[in-house]
């Protein structure tokens, strides 16, 4: 079984940063995209980061140059640095992973349990 554990959310004056870890546990065959959302209150869930298997990342413009998506060596945990955060940051953020259960198998959707980030002063 598959499981995605996050870390790292929480309170956070504007200007400040955060890091957000998620780790996949559990065996499978490949991790394909990794990526990270965010959902606000009253607001759809958007697409913040996402980063491939061959490291190429993508941004929403509003994170651009501010937010970096990363992955470990293993391949197997991402990342996202947060920095001059504001408060329109302020949301749920959740990973989502596209991984492979077996050579053979399209890839599926994981997500991990979301954590709170709060930008306020």
């Known amino acids: 079984q598959v499981q995605l554990v996050e870390s790292g959310g929480g309170l956070v004056q504007p200007g400040g940063s955060l890091r957000l870890s998620c780790a996949a546990s559990?065996?499978?065959?490949?991790?394909?995209?990794m990526g990270w959302y965010r959902q606000a209150p009253g607001k759809q869930r958007e697409l913040v980061a996402s980063?491939?298997?061959?490291?190429?990342?993508n941004y929403t413009d509003s994170v651009k140059g501010r937010f970096t998506i990363s992955r470990d060596n293993t391949g197997n945990t991402v990342f996202l640095q947060m920095n001059s955060l504001k408060p329109e940051d302020t949301a749920v953020y959740s990973c989502?992973?596209?991984?492979?259960?077996?050579?053979?198998?399209?890839?599926?959707?994981?997500w991990g349990q979301g954590t709170q980030v709060t930008v306020s002063s």
């Open positions: 989502n992973m596209r991984l492979q259960m077996n050579a053979y198998r399209s890839p599926d959707d994981y």
């Open positions: 559990g065996t499978f065959f490949r991790i394909n995209t």
């Open positions: 980063i491939t298997s061959g490291r190429s990342t």
